[in-house]
């Protein structure tokens, strides 16, 4: 049994549409922060005598769509390692509590990395990055550790993630605030696909990230912190607006996700520099540098419950834990 270990991803460049659903080509880069705090161990063995793959995630066994996505997973990887059996697929995801920030982006990172060397393949980090793709997007760039870019390319060769920074010491942390733990309406694939064809703002996010992503780069080259996070507030905002401009149109936010955005205006008013993002859900992620942490603890936690923020540092690659 191969065991991996994948840690989840916030994207500061956000990846919001496909040119190919099948491939998971996407239409723009997109570039993220590994996080330390969260993560999955997934392990993967062949096994001759099951007669059909059998999947556990957090100790439940999983069927239905959930199964469907993980099973063509593993045909993918049967097809390109000739390993015909089924397999044994036992995953937990750590978050330090039932946080919904279970990802499918350290899902399928420590899939594609657990199952490629159980199948008996040997895959260099840019080929575990285009495999992780197949499983979801933003796995792609889970493979690696720190800042990372997804390069769109334009097929299944060319669309892998690349490490910008793999050991990022300059300061930069995130919390998340964890405003709402249940399953999302909207699913980030269904919306993605939604925006790309019905939103007449669509063209201009192609615009928005390809100025965001030289911005982004020059921001990190000079350990910019200030810039990092006023870049991903304006991109998150505007990839939030693909949702509102779609038709029917709909949102992510919540009342809670307005509530810390006025919060985190507000601690810039007040001198604190920090910043937000938002993914496929309510909650919000800050990002700022570490020497602000308390400020920042201590005023959203008053607001929203101590219990409720998770601080994270950068945190690394994925990599086999157990063989
Ligand atoms: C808002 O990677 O979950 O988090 O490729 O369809 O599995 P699929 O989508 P997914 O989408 C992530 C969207 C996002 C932005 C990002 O991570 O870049």
């Given amino acids: 049994m191969i065991t991996a270990r994948a840690h989840t991803n916030i994207a500061l460049v956000k990846y919001w549409g496909k040119k190919d659903q099948k491939l998971i080509i996407p239409q723009t880069d997109s570039l993220s922060l590994t996080l330390n705090e969260f993560y999955a161990d997934t392990s993967v063995e062949f096994r001759d005598d099951l007669t059909a793959d059998h999947i556990e995630i957090d100790g439940h066994v999983v069927t239905g769509h959930a199964a469907d996505k993980v099973i ?6 049967r097809k390109l390692s000739g390993k015909n059996s089924y397999a044994n697929v036992i995953s937990t995801n750590h978050v330090p509590i039932s946080a919904g920030l279970a990802s499918s982006a350290s899902a399928f990172a420590a899939l594609a990395t657990a199952a490629s060397k159980a199948a008996g393949l040997e895959l260099d980090r840019r080929d575990l990055s285009r495999l992780a793709r197949r499983g979801s997007g933003s796995a792609t760039r889970s493979i690696y550790g720190g800042l990372v870019e997804w390069h ?4 299944d060769l060319t669309s892998f993630a690349e490490p910008i920074m793999e050991n ?5 942390e995130m919390i998340a605030l ?9 699913s980030s694939r269904q919306g993605m696909q939604s925006s790309v064809e019905t939103s007449p703002y669509y063209p201009a996010w192609h615009k928005v990230v390809a100025h965001d992503m030289v911005a982004m780069k020059r921001a990190i080259n000079n350990q ?5 996070g006023h870049i991903a507030e304006k991109n998150a905002l505007r990839m939030h607006a693909l949702t509102l401009s779609a038709d029917p149109g709909y949102t992510y936010f919540n009342g809670e996700t307005i509530r810390a955005i006025q919060a985190i205006n507000d601690l810039r008013s ?3 520099s920090c910043y937000y993002t938002m993914d496929a859900g309510p909650n919000v992620k800050v990002i700022y540098d570490r020497k ?5 603890i201590e005023y959203l936690g008053k ?18 834990i157990s063989k």
């Fill in 168 to 172: 990022v010491d300059f300061g930069i």
């Fill in 152 to 155: 769109r390319g334009t097929d």
């Fill in 178 to 186: 964890l405003l709402n733990t249940s399953k999302k309406k909207v």
């Fill in 303 to 320: 607001l929203f419950g101590q219990e409720k923020l998770i601080v994270s540092k950068p945190g690394p690659g994925v990599k086999i």
């Fill in 72 to 77: 063509n997973f593993l045909n993918i990887i």
């Fill in 270 to 272: 007040q001198g604190i």
């Fill in 224 to 228: 910019d912190i200030d810039q990092i």
């Fill in 292 to 296: 602000n942490r308390s400020k920042i």
